[in-house]
Each structure stands twice: as C-alpha cells, then as structure tokens.
C-alpha cells in the first residue's frame, strides 16, 4: 500500500545548482505534508512542511511545492550544497488525532563539489 | 535544543528474547510515537501514545509488542519474543501536540536478533 512515493531512489547534483525532489500521494484525505533529511546512523530531522490548503511554502534555501489537483509536492534546494547530501523522505498525514505520518521510500540526494 | 534520546544506540539479541528498547522523549511533549525502518524500505508507524494510553496502532504492532512510560520520562517499547523480522532501526518520537508538527525524532536504536 504505497500511499506516498519517491519514485527516485537517488539524485546526484551539482553544487550551486538545484535539487529537485519529487513526492506523489495517492490519498486525498492527507492535509499536511512534511520533508524529512536523513543522516546515517541518526534520526529524521525536520526540514519544511506544508498545509493542503496552501501551494508553496518557502524556508531560505528550501521550497516545498504542492500541486493537490496531481497528488504531486516537491522540495526545492537552491543553491544546493555538499551538506545537504542526505536522505530525503517525504510524509503525508491526515485527518485524525494522532497525526500519524505516513512515509515515502526516500531519496537519496548526493551534492557534488 | 532539546532533543528525543534513545537507548541502546544498537541491541544485538537471540530470536525469541525480550527487548527493550527507552525513550526518553522532550519534557512538554504530550504525544509519543515509535517508528521503525527494515534496512531497504520505509519509515513504518508502529504506534502512538498520548494521555497513557496507546491512541493508534499499526498492524505490525501486534500482541508481541507493548509500550510503557513508566515514570513520566521514559517511553519504552517492548517486543516480548523477538523474531528475526524484528530486525530494524526503530525510532522514537515526539511531538508537542496533535495539531503541533514538532515532530522531533530521536537517532533510533539498530536492533539485530539473531
């Protein structure tokens, strides 16, 4: 039951240039949406989130885009930096009390100097 | 910053034996969760904790699995007779309130059973 995907495994870019990762969802009853970055051998740390009702939401260098007509977000990084080489997962939650999120395979993001 | 520990980092155990994996989550947070990821595949919901009661489950969580706070820091997952499926990285979570998204995960504890 693959509710949110990250079709790309993995993406390699250069530094200074951007990052493009992609999220599909197939359930519209999730109204929040949420990117993860992954070190090895820690925890998710939170990166950017945003609310099904808006299409954009911007932090500095990170930009999280939301198209509800296509189920469809992604996570801009401009300008891409060698620190930001980590895994990226993307999560969904719905409606509901305990806000449970559900997790997308991740993508693995490799910056190049 | 305050911050999700979590001990062991990493439990090497035998097939069939009782683990317990500790949390001890930020102070203000009301909301408690565990997560697990089998090398290879998704981050997995296994349960969530609020006013001590469980207030979600997944399916994994089934009757081999049990949560505790036993003291009003620790948050404990217990998995009373392991199998090598079990094997994972499992992370503790916490977050402020359900309406909150501040969401703090913990670095997670690799567990191996053997």
């Known amino acids: 039951d693959q509710q949110v995907k990250q079709n790309s495994p993995s993406l390699s870019v250069q530094e200074g240039r951007i990052s493009i990762l992609n999220c599909d969802y197939t359930n519209s009853m999730f109204d929040y949406f949420l990117w993860y970055k992954k070190y090895p051998a820690e925890g998710p740390t939170f990166l950017i989130s945003?609310?099904?009702i808006k299409d954009k939401n911007e932090d500095g260098r990170f930009t999280v885009f939301l198209n509800k007509s296509a189920k469809h977000l992604s996570l801009h990084i401009v300008p891409s930096q060698p620190g930001d080489s980590a895994v990226y997962f993307c999560a969904a939650s719905g409606t509901g009390n305990n806000r449970k999120l559900i997790w997308g395979l991740g993508t693995s993001l490799a910056v190049n100097p | 910053e305050p911050e999700v520990t979590q001990t062991p980092s990493h439990q090497v155990t035998q097939m069939g034996q009782e683990v317990i994996l500790r949390c001890v989550p930020i102070s203000n947070h009301l909301y408690f969760y565990w997560y697990r990821q089998i090398l290879g595949q998704k981050v997995e919901f296994l349960v969530s904790?609020?006013?001590?009661?469980?207030?979600?489950k997944s399916e994994i969580f089934d009757d081999q699995f049990s949560v505790e706070r036993p003291d009003g820091s620790n948050f404990t997952l217990k998995i009373r007779s392991t199998k090598l499926e079990d094997s994972a990285m499992y992370f503790c979570?916490?977050?402020?309130?359900?309406?909150?998204?501040?969401?703090?995960f913990g670095s997670g504890t690799r567990l191996t059973v053997v």
């Open positions: 979570a916490s977050s402020e309130g359900q309406g909150s998204y501040g969401y703090t």
């Open positions: 945003i609310s099904s």
């Open positions: 904790f609020y006013n001590n009661e469980i207030s979600e």
